[in-house]
């Protein structure tokens, strides 16, 4: 009989022993877990994921029509106008709430590293790995 190298035994038990937790948490049966055909557990252990979430600032920034700002534009123009994006609170509130969030997607993309099989896993792109300093 053919027996598996030690390294590939562990892997095999760890796999197992994440199925089981993973069942437990979900209250299944193991044999309902669904186990992938290769390993990430290095990349957990080594680092973590994360996603910088900062969505719903652009509410703060609105395109408004050429009415509400009380225009009346000729009709049948050749020339577009388009209308102006304005701030919905002044630029003293609105940017000390939007640097933040921009900081923090630019340390990220800087310091992360994105793998396209994470993004498969994940289904989406968003997530990226930050190796754990030591």
Known sequence: ??????ATQDTTQGIDARAERAAQR??????AVE????DLSVLEEEGLFVNVDAQG???LDRRLDWQA???T???????AFR???CGLLPDRYRLPLLRPAARAHAALH???YHFRLTETVFESPAYRWVRQAI
Do not use: D
Request: charged fraction near 15%; avoid cysteine.
């Open 110 to 112: 800087r310091y992360s």
């Open 35 to 38: 186990r992938l055909p290769f």
């Open 73 to 79: 534009l000729p009709p049948g123009s050749n020339v």
């Open 57 to 59: 600032f652009g509410l």
């Open 1 to 6: 009989m053919l027996e598996l190298p030690t």
């Open 69 to 71: 700002l009380g225009i």
């Open 26 to 31: 979900l209250g299944v049966e193991t044999t």
């Open 83 to 85: 209308p102006p994006r």
